[in-house]
């Protein structure tokens, strides 16, 4: 009787000592998104809305972001990056409507070219993918104007490793 109690007290303890390592917390960052924010072209302080706002993946114009809850507002945006490349295109639409199939509106086309590394976070979360040395280039779709004027980067080392600020500002 003795030694089952023992067994058990022991049992007990080690139960209570091991932490949960195999599940990985939603408040742990991982993999972060491009933030862009969209600005005055005269008054670069300013924020600007976008109206008809619409994200559109470049090589997939059916999956749009504004599904994927990429759009926090109409003047700023959330783009995932491609961890398995070094570039990563989106058709941003200004305007857009979709009247019986019939679509209208301004369409730019953001390539964003990276270079990416992994992270170790820990045992449950594993590792995530920071971006670095990234750049913004902004050409208008064919037969469109170009309404996106100018993008710069918003901090020097021009790398995306958190959701925690402004990486790209756009002006228009």
């Known amino acids: 009787m ?26 742990t960052p991982t993999t972060p998104r ?3 924010e969209f600005r005055d072209i005269t008054l670069t302080d300013n924020t600007k809305n976008v109206p008809g706002l619409r994200i559109e993946d470049f090589d997939d114009d059916t999956r749009t972001l504004d599904e994927d809850h ?11 990056l491609n961890t398995n490349a070094n570039e990563t295109k989106y058709r941003v639409y200004r305007d857009y409507e979709n009247d019986e199939d019939v679509i209208t ?12 590394s992994e992270i ?16 913004l280039t902004i050409t208008p779709e064919t037969g469109s104007d170009n309404w996106m004027l100018f993008a710069a980067p918003e901090n020097e080392n021009q790398s995306v490793i958190n959701e925690d600020e402004i990486h790209y500002t756009i002006r228009h």
Do not use: H, W
């Open 2 to 27: 003795k030694k089952i109690t023992t067994l058990l007290l022991l049992l007990v303890c080690i139960a209570f000592s091991c932490e949960r390592d195999d599940i990985c917390p939603e408040d």
């Open 34 to 36: 491009l933030i862009v």
């Open 70 to 80: 990429s759009i926090t507002s109409e003047d700023q945006m959330l783009l995932p």
């Open 105 to 116: 509106g301004n369409p730019d086309v953001i390539t964003i070219t990276y270079e990416t």
């Open 120 to 135: 170790y976070v820990s045992r449950a979360c594993g590792y995530k993918t920071v971006f670095e040395n990234v750049v």
